[in-house]
T-cell receptor, first 115, second 107 residues
């Protein structure tokens, strides 16, 4: 299957600071990228869907001004958690796909800890 | 997206086939059935997907009933590395993850 990378794999930041997470599709052009969040012992929750060159579509309850998503190219999407707080500590996972019915390929995830 | 129902956990002996069921009685005509799995602290891994026909790839087989209200994922020869949470998802494009089935493969 396709390869998706995320950077960093783990980050610790102080409350009030911003953190940027990168998601790259290494061997295919991803029309659509998705961002998920997963709290301990819970399932993945979709945060937003982004199509290259257009604004992201956020799921209900996800603050678009707090979780900034940029999808400037077919191989790179970034998620910036602005003014992070301890409750934002979570496992953030991106996925990339060709859109529509096509399967999604997931990155390895980024563990964010806000102190 | 249609909702799915999966057993919370299953066990399987190494080398035997693992058959993971999924009910999706409210599936609509254009929705696909996707299977993913997640090993602890990793991103999910795509396994297989299908619309109405049975599908097979190098990882697994997907059997979809004729009325499309349920499906079964078959891992033909389970290994210890197949221990994971398996998610059955029904939809088109966007994936909504449920709680999945924790499959434990034991020696």
């Amino acid at each position: 299957g396709a390869v998706v990378s995320q950077h960093p794999s783990r980050v610790i930041c102080k409350s009030g600071t911003s953190v940027k997470i990168e998601c790259r599709s290494l061997d295919f052009q991803a029309t659509t990228m998705f961002w998920y969040r997963q709290f301990p012992k819970q399932s993945l929750m979709l945060m937003a869907t982004s199509n290259e060159g257009s604004k992201a579509t956020y799921e209900q309850g996800v603050e678009k001004d707090k979780f900034l998503i940029n999808h400037a190219s077919l191989t790179l999407s970034t998620l910036t958690v602005t003014s992070a707080h301890p409750e934002d500590s979570s496992f953030y996972i991106c996925s990339a796909g060709g859109g529509g019915v096509y399967e999604q390929y997931f990155g390895p995830g980024t563990r964010l800890t806000v102190t | 997206d249609a909702k799915t129902t999966q057993p919370p956990s299953m066990d399987c002996a190494e080398g035997r086939a693992a058959n993971l069921p999924c009910n999706h009685s409210t599936i609509s005509g254009n929705e696909y059935v996707y299977w993913y799995r997640q090993i602890h602290s990793q991103g999910p891994q795509y396994i297989i997907h299908g619309l109405k026909n049975n599908e097979t790839n190098e990882m697994a087989s997907l059997i979809i009933t004729e009325d499309r209200k349920s499906s079964t994922l078959i891992l033909p020869h389970a290994t210890l590395r197949d221990t994971a949470v398996y998610y059955c998802i029904v939809g088109y494009g966007k994936l909504t993850f449920g709680q999945g089935t924790i499959l434990t493969v034991h020696p």
